[in-house]
DNA sequence: CGTATCATTGAGTTTTGTCAATGACGGTGG
DNA sequence: CCACCGTCATTGACAAAACTCAATGATACG
């Protein structure tokens, strides 16, 4: 995530003059299932979506979600490789595949787009599993809501979460009481304040980063940690780092 | 992973006959790191490469393993979104990001190729992200056995793991102990066999595979489990299954 | 044959999941 | 308008899983 947070680049200019209908789902509605054959892809105008995966015992692996700018089912495959659902009224704008394809015949320009949309979700992808691999619940926790942080219009340190306890257990593995605990520690530490449960105000940033991405504390689960041919130190802070990518506060 | 483990396709016919060169590492040797800007990609010749990332705390989380006939640095970018390092004497031809964006301007063929390698490398991390976000110990390192079965070209049942214990946990989310807990336990219940440790057949495979994705057992870990919408029996086994894009034995 | 590395095993601790009860909130219908 | 109800969140007590630390075994290499 996280880390990264860095928005799927929405589709090029060249795209937009073409038929593209704008379509509309409310909340809990799919835009499609894992599985189905590959409709069209979508850009979000408004809403935001939920993309995840079933696995077969039914546990539901929420690979993240996309606001209004950010790509959906841009996977270049027969069927889609993940589900989406609308987690609140959601209009979006529809490409279909077949016209996709006619363009990307005569468009370098729109290939290496959607080449880096797909590296961009690759990215989003690999940060998730960062985060889930390797650090403890409040450290999941912490970094989902610096990502939210990140990523939200809204003014400097306050935003209301787009997911419920439950689905930020889905997408960072943990339980929903282990979120809640994780959160109501946080805001015992005076790191969050819970306005409402849904609305979250950063208090100490640096802390949170700190938990979501550094050594120590709550954060780093011990493990095998082979630092051996580790240069991890040698770069500096790329994208992967959780403070760039950051949304300037909306004025 | 696992689960699907659909070798990344090979770069197509079109881009052989153009300056490639073969190159080379000992076991222990980059091809690049995470952060290098990016040189060239790869198909691999011989041997095999280790795709990881390091955290800022210096756990290591390892991506996936790559052999013969896949593509390795694939991701269309400036930078490389991930380390890559032989852990055998490896040779790979290399494609330069030169050639390759030379070649992407007149050829769609072969950006679908590329769109099509970045999908099927975006499944691989999302099939690991499934395996780690809600399976336990035994059912991580069962899908990380089965995967490699799969991908093994030895015969049938018996294959060389490829990755340590180590490097096992590096991939799976977990302590080397508790991999190697993992190992025991299944030759325990004559799952597996270990001739040496780094060298197993599979006894009973569809425990084996019971282990790596269904309920029960030593499998799920309990988590929410949001089945309401959830249609994962409504479609037919797809390439996420683990029992597909199986290699037939080898005589 | 020693040494280094890797794997295994045990004991104890920490983290997280499970189960169950309670609380908060919003919407609906009387 | 208010009581009721359903959903979601919180909290507690306990159990299970995984990690930590430490010791011992196995294996390969020089």
Redesign the interface.
């Known amino acids: 995530m996280f880390a990264t947070s860095v928005a799927s680049p929405a589709l090029p200019e060249a795209l937009w003059p073409v038929p593209a209908s704008t379509l509309r789902w409310d909340s809990?509605e799919?835009l499609f299932?894992?599985?189905d054959p590959v409709s069209a892809i979508f850009t979000i105008e408004s809403g935001a979506v939920v993309i995840y995966?079933?696995?077969?015992?039914?546990?539901?692996?929420i690979?993240g979600i996309r606001f209004q700018g950010e790509l959906v089912g841009i996977?270049?495959?027969v069927?889609y490789?993940?589900s989406a659902?609308a987690v609140r009224p959601t209009s979006a704008r529809a490409v279909s595949r077949a016209t996709l394809d006619r363009l990307?015949?005569?468009d370098?320009t729109l290939?290496?787009q959607?080449?880096?949309a797909?590296?961009s979700?690759?990215?989003r992808?690999?940060n998730?599993?960062?985060v889930?691999?390797?650090r403890t619940a409040i450290g999941r926790v912490a970094a989902c809501l610096i990502d939210f942080s990140n990523r939200a219009a809204d003014s400097d340190d306050t935003f209301v979460l787009p997911l419920s306890r439950?689905?930020m257990?889905?997408l960072l593995?943990?339980?929903?009481e282990t979120v809640s605990r994780a959160m109501t520690r946080l805001k015992v530490l005076g790191i969050i304040a819970l306005r409402r449960t849904d609305t979250v105000t950063i208090r100490k940033r640096a802390t949170l980063l700190a938990l979501a991405?550094?050594?120590?504390d709550g954060?780093?689960r011990?493990?095998?940690?082979?630092?051996s041919?580790?240069?991890?130190t040698?770069?500096p802070p790329?994208e992967?780092t959780t403070t760039e990518n950051r949304r300037p506060p909306v004025h």
């Open positions: 809990q799919h299932h894992e599985g995966r079933t696995a077969r015992d039914g546990c539901r692996q690979h996977g270049y495959n069927t490789g993940v659902v990307l015949d005569n370098p290939a290496r959607m080449m880096r797909l590296t979700e690759l990215r992808t690999s998730l599993l960062m889930i691999g390797s439950g689905e257990g889905d593995g943990l339980t929903i991405e550094e050594d120590g954060a780093a011990g493990r095998l940690c082979a630092c041919e580790a240069r991890c040698r770069y790329n992967m």
